[in-house]
């Protein structure tokens, strides 16, 4: 007979669907019993997406069987609905930043679709709006706050912890401002979720309305560590509007509510160009994809932004388009999102 703990080893070795990462750590594995004759498994999965059960029953059948051949297996798969996004601190969650009133990930299903220009334009937009803000950079392998907010200087460390970097009514800290600026970063997850933690933890942060997280690129191990180590309110996933953007968009969405972060809505980067000259509106790409995936996926579009030369221009330089044009159509958009985000967190 095969023994409890030994069962539990066993299922360590079965990795989540889609992930690396084993279902014991994942924390679905809710009830292991073992007799004489038979193995019951129950799994609790904290989402409402029930297409990964055949999956994950298969999965845990077969490597059990293989392992324990004289007993018979039997797995049962239940779900944990993900909350829809609340109004009110989830105060059980918290583990770091006490001093922080609401975590938001600024977060994409693939590189190169404007993800750190938009946290960076939408935390000054939302300091501008009159709340106390943080921007931490935990887009390790790629950490671009310094120079999308001409940040030169390092923070302050009095010995016991490193203050953040204030720049445009925003406190800031990022990797960018403690390693070389022409130094790869090439770590493994491990190394990654103590980095994460210890810019978390050990920083002087104050009194926070609102702390913006500009998370990695993509939706792997590196992504869901850091997705449950910083204990997130809520997540803003940020697109373009061609379908293979969109398509890894979706799966960002479904990533975050795999571990039970709730999706707050998705914003269309690059969405059109806006002539200077007549203020024509053109759709470069395609036009409504993301707006009909917001509908499917019962989130919301918290708004368009166009492609402009001023936008990339307000990266490159340190002043990004919200400070540096407020008044401008670009700005205004950015503007347009952050009043969506300050209505959902109710932090007026």
Not at 3 to 16: C, D, I, P
Not at 53 to 74: A, I, M, P, R, Y
């Amino acid at each position: 007979m095969a023994a409890k703990e030994a069962v539990v080893e066993a299922l360590k070795e079965v990795s989540y669907p889609g992930f690396s990462r084993d279902i014991v750590s994942f924390g679905i594995v809710q009830g292991v019993e073992v007799s004489d004759t038979a193995i019951q498994i129950k799994l609790v999965v904290k989402s409402d997406d029930t297409s990964i059960d055949d999956k994950l029953k298969t999965s845990v059948q077969e490597h059990l069987e293989e392992k324990f051949s004289g007993q018979s297996v039997n797995v049962t798969v239940e779900h944990q609905t993900a909350p829809q996004f609340s109004t009110q601190p989830q105060e059980e969650k918290v583990t770091y930043l006490s001093t922080v009133k609401y975590k938001v990930a600024v977060a994409s299903g693939k590189g190169g679709v404007g993800k750190s220009t938009v946290a960076v334009n939408l935390a000054v937009a939302l300091a501008k709006l009159g709340l106390k803000v943080g921007l931490l950079d935990v887009d390790i392998y790629g950490p671009s706050i310094p120079l999308m907010l001409g940040v030169n200087d390092k923070p302050y460390y009095d010995g016991k912890k490193i203050f953040p970097i204030e720049k445009f009514g925003v406190q800031l800290m990022s990797l960018g401002f403690l390693v070389d600026n022409n130094e790869a970063v090439i770590w493994r997850g491990s190394l990654v979720h103590r980095a994460v933690q210890q810019l978390m933890n050990d920083v002087a942060w104050p009194e926070l309305d609102v702390m913006l997280f500009d998370m990695p690129p993509g939706t792997g191990d590196a992504q869901l560590t850091l997705s449950q180590s910083v204990s997130l309110d809520g997540a803003v996933i940020v697109s373009t509007p061609q379908d293979v953007a969109l398509l890894d968009a979706v799966k960002g969405v479904k990533m975050f509510r795999k571990v039970n972060v709730p999706i707050m809505g998705i914003v269309e980067n690059m969405s059109y160009f806006l002539c200077p000259h007549c203020g024509e509106r053109t759709n470069i790409f395609s036009t409504g994809g993301v707006k009909k995936e917001c509908d499917k996926l019962d989130t919301a579009l918290l708004g368009e932004i166009p492609i402009d030369v001023a936008i990339r221009t307000g990266g490159d330089e340190g002043v990004p388009v919200v400070q540096a044009d407020p008044d401008g159509a670009q700005a205004k958009a950015f503007l347009e999102i952050a009043e969506n985000v300050k209505q959902k967190l109710q932090t007026a």
